[in-house]
């Protein structure tokens, strides 16, 4: 008992840290409806200028004094007013992303604008952070450690005071369930919510300045990895109640400390310590309750006009429908091109004239342009790119492999992951230990790697069939984060900080260790990645995941099997990924267990978002130009080292705005635009044209046989079809 209680008691200062991330987040998603991902930075941020005042001289309680109560709600406001107010009643992946952003961007913004993190240890805000305050059971309490619990403590208390015992803590979660019916009874609903941002910034920022001295120098990956303890401590609260928060915060820090304690020296203690939130996280999210932030009186006021483009799903670039459609219009175009095509063949109008072939290219503008622009830089590539830039070439198209497998994950079936670099790291892996002993070729390492991770997005989709939305997003990341502490550094797997070697292919006598060669092979595993996820989302499988994404409870109700289809489509997903990451560590001819490290997972989903989900020619275009501005970046002075992580952050603040993605907003806006333009010029014909209308004898004719051929089955509902 009593190396227990040396075990355990350490712990709780642990625990007190770790809940202090979770009461933050729990506050701000009792208040918001969000769930404020970006917490750790926040709390990163007042803690670097806490640090950098106390660097120039200011007294402690003064810097304390700024960080946390000027700077950290003033961070929080602006973050209210500018993104979060906009996202509250958002689909989960449109309030996931901009928070993923954030957390990726806000760091590098602040070390760009100080310049880089102060040499000097972070100091203690209360007490002297070595000195030993007192003994309980004669384990020895330092003042850092002190000080985290009496103020970790002191808040929780303060806090349930407010929303129990005070007209503003009413009004708060009053808020969250109808902004409207609130201010039927007179009370300001955007000033109430952003009190609560300033409320949960000001937390953010007293996390931040009490956890910078546990470590030797600030660095903005340990918040982010407190911060994937404070999820797992929110998750045990269900995201509700403040007081558990505190005790599963408490729990898990005594949990880590005892099995450090008691477990053998090796890989599987030092990778199961920090893997203790993928357990909890798959213990509780299934009883995890997800707040409804669906306003009772949404239907008193017009549909806001910042999300008209959330509803869109895969080939969402192809929407006909006018500026602001829903879908609709897409579905009602494309039972009108089948029953024109119907209406064609009764009348033996050929399909594939020449006539047809340039209405066909004249419609599709963006197309040609797309395969005009690709075609020249395939050309280009193979004549005369420079080396440096030949290699990034093939950088994006391996990334772009990755991308497309979210595109099918996320675009067409609605699911969101967190740990495809996971999926694709251990594709590299496999890949290259095949190579290694067994000599196996690495094409077919690709396909075998390819395999394995499939297997393992089974095994990773199986115990979270229960789960969507936000607890799937948070599973996701908490098994990339046991694949970077227990499997990718075995000797088996990742081999440690060695790495894996992974050699260029040969097939036969054609040989791939020259740049251009590589090329062309990387360009063929693209096309037919490509060609295989277009096929899906082409066939009944894309209509089914289609379905899914819709509404999973109308799909059951059709007879769809929901926990199939989902099994499935992480296979797939992860299979693409496996060899999308075998193909980058065939470029790169080695891989370390860090190549693809849960972080990387973050960036991924961020910027095939802000790109385009929703279409593989997003995918493609996402991975070149992100590995293009890496490129670039690299050349900057240290100082801006990290600015492609702010323009990819900050680009998600018009993905609020875009969720169909840059790619597919500017493609329906040329369509759009050229949809006008043939509108205009068939009206000034006079209406005769080839472009002019149908009148209504046809428009009724074109209805009953629309309803006729949906009702026999001759026309499907095409793909992302509109609401009804």
Known sequence: MTTLLDYAIPGVPFGCVFALMAVGLVLTYKASGVFNLAFGAQAFVSSLAFVSFVADGWPRWLAGLVAIVVLGPALGLVLDRVLFRRVRTASPLVKLVPALGLLIALPQVALIVAGSAPDIAPPSLFFDAQRVYLHVASVPISGLELSVTVATVAVVIALVAVFRFTPIGLEMRAVVESPRMTELAGVNAGLVSAFAWVLSSCLAGLAGVLLAPLYAQLDSQNYTVLLVWGIAAAVVARFASLPVALLGGIGLGIGQQVLAGYLPAGILATGLRPSLPFFVLLAFLPFARQRQVDDPLAGCDPPPTALVGEATGYRSANLLAPSGGDGAGHAVAGWHRALQARADRGAGVPSAGAHGVVDRLASRPTLVVAWAVGGLAVLSALTWVPNVWLVTMTQGIAFAVIFVSLTLLTGMSGQISLCQASFAGLGGFVAGQLADHFGTSVLVGMVLGGAVAAVLGVVVALPTLRLAGLPLALATLAFALLADNILFPNSWVGNGATGVTVPRPQLGP??????????????????????????????????????????????????????????VAFALSAGLAGVGGALYGSLERSLSPDAFNYQLSLVFLVVAAIVGLGSVSGAVVAGLVFTALQTEVATFPPRFSGLLPVVFGLATLSYTRHPEGIVDFLGGGVLRALGRRRQGAAGAGGGDGPGAGPGPADRSSARTAARSAVATGEVAVPEGGGRS
């Open 510 to 567: 054609i040989g791939f260790n020259g740049s251009r060669s590589f090329f062309v092979l990387a360009l063929v595993v693209l096309a037919l990645v490509a060609a295989l996820v277009r096929t899906v989302g082409q066939g009944r499988m894309g209509r089914l995941l289609a379905a899914m994404r819709g509404s999973e409870l109308a799909s059951v109700s059709t007879g769809i099997d929901v926990h199939r289809l989902r099994v």
